[in-house]
């Protein structure tokens, strides 16, 4: 049973999705009122670059980021030029020093489908495979498919009687073309449509059937959902939520590099700016047939990491290289099969020359990481510090100046046991100085800390 977990008590809204009591997918969402995915403006143009770039004022802070040269919008933008109103619907958030991106493409989403005004037809969700229910589901949304108004039906019309589907496109088509023609003579800049809450959009799409069971701890949010006619249940236990249900636990994991697979294998998984790295390892297998098993449980682990840490753009997956003529085409389609469960449209590109295999994945919200760790101090973001070795050497190198080059003839060296008895190695191979060296180890939490305190005799 597939049970999801929303907990409103902390800064943010935390959505949380179990199966048999595993964490596979994690949503960080703020409680404040900034543009958030799927808002719609009328902006002004502040700035056009000679890259058919725009910067476009909406009334936040910044400006957000709108590329004209999309084909999908080159009707409505190319002509675009600064102090002109313009508008459109935030697609990317904006984080670190990355700003939000917009698009003219607007669309109004529901369970499902979704309205788009670009006018390219009618789309039918590719995780739909029976022939006969896809040509059913063109049929329904062929008298929408009109004046520059097109149709996407998702993934979740399979199961879904026609009524229902074609009652959500009428409302969804009605309210977008309002929101249109409100454009028009609304003064920029000016919010014109406020997508439904992140949290709400989260629990739309991670809820799939009566099955489902959403327990919140709010009762007000309660309230709205019963309202929709989920089946929830509200949590009143005096123990956090996240805690009783071993969730908290489970997302403290999702911070370590190395995640351990069941064979006794592992991943190893670097996000930086450019690209996401994950690196199979075979522990102590040493056999042909235990390197694939380890490669085809780890096919599993990347999509479900994937998912739950929200990694988003160009991904690389070293695998175990294995002998067989078709093993690489057999990991492409494992993995392809595991990602299909994932809700963000992700793309598997295939094996390099050099056997890593590689996927992008669509950046939509903040990584998961974004809301909750922050750059170390001490090291930069780097996670590496000088090694203790290397610390007692450039102590050492600030006594000698010290004696050789001011008045003060004696000094008090403070800092951790590993670095001091490093620094006492070092002076112990030479008499010079020695003397006048007092050692002081101190408990510290920094690792590289040191303070060398100046005496005269």
């Known amino acids: 049973m597939r049970k999801i977990y929303m907990d409103c008590l902390s800064k943010y809204y935390r959505i949380a999705l179990l199966e048999d009591g595993k964490l596979q997918e994690i949503v960080y969402t703020e409680k404040d009122e900034k543009a958030s995915v799927g808002d719609i403006f009328v902006g002004k143009i502040e700035k056009v670059l000679p890259s058919k770039i725009a910067f476009v004022n909406i009334g936040e802070e910044y400006p957000v980021f709108l590329q004209l040269t999309d084909n999908k919008e080159k009707n409505n933008t190319f002509k675009a030029k600064p102090g002109q109103d313009i508008i459109v619907q935030i697609e990317k958030e904006a984080y670190n020093e990355k700003r939000a991106v917009a698009t003219t493409c607007v669309s109004i989403s529901g369970k499902y489908s979704v309205v788009v005004f670009d006018n390219s037809g009618i789309g039918v969700s590719k995780k739909i495979t029976d022939n006969d229910r896809r040509e059913a589901l063109r049929k329904i949304a062929e008298p929408y498919n009109v004046d520059g108004y097109s149709i996407i039906l998702r993934t979740n019309c399979e199961n879904t009687p026609n009524d229902e589907i074609e009652e959500e496109i009428s409302v969804n088509l009605k309210k977008l073309k309002d929101i249109k023609n409100k454009g028009v003579y609304t003064k920029a800049p000016a919010l014109l449509y406020k997508d439904v809450s992140v949290e709400e959009k989260t629990l739309r799409d991670l809820y799939s059937s009566e099955e489902d069971l959403i327990i919140v701890n709010d009762r007000k949010v309660y309230d709205n959902i019963l309202k929709n006619g989920m089946n929830v249940e509200y949590y009143e236990d005096n123990i956090p939520m996240f805690h009783n249900y071993l969730i908290e636990s489970q997302i403290d994991k ?204």
Do not use: H
């Open 254 to 457: 999702l911070f370590s590099k190395k995640v351990w697979l069941k064979s006794g294998g592992y991943l190893i998984i670097d996000e930086t700016e450019a690209m996401t790295v994950i690196d199979v390892n075979s522990g102590k297998a040493v056999s042909q047939e235990s390197f694939i098993k380890t490669n085809k449980e780890a096919a599993e682990e990347v999509a479900r990491q994937i998912r739950l840490r929200n990694i988003s753009g160009m991904i690389i997956v070293d695998f175990i290289n294995t002998k067989g003529e078709n093993d690489a085409q057999n990991l492409s389609n494992l993995l392809r099969n595991y990602i299909s469960k994932d809700r963000v449209k992700t793309r598997i590109i295939g094996m390099t020359e050099l056997g890593l295999m590689q996927l992008t994945r669509q950046k939509i919200r903040k990584p998961l990481s974004k809301y909750i760790l922050c750059e170390c101090p001490y090291c930069k973001g780097s996670g590496k510090i000088f090694l203790p070795e290397m610390i007692a050497e450039k102590i050492k190198t600030e006594i000698i100046n010290v004696f050789t080059n001011t008045i003060y003839n004696k000094v008090t060296v403070s800092s951790n046991a590993t670095i001091i008895k490093s620094l006492k190695a070092i002076f112990s191979m030479s008499n010079n100085y020695k003397d006048n060296i007092t050692f002081n180890t101190i408990e510290t939490s920094k690792a590289d800390y040191y303070l060398i305190e100046k005496f005269k005799k």
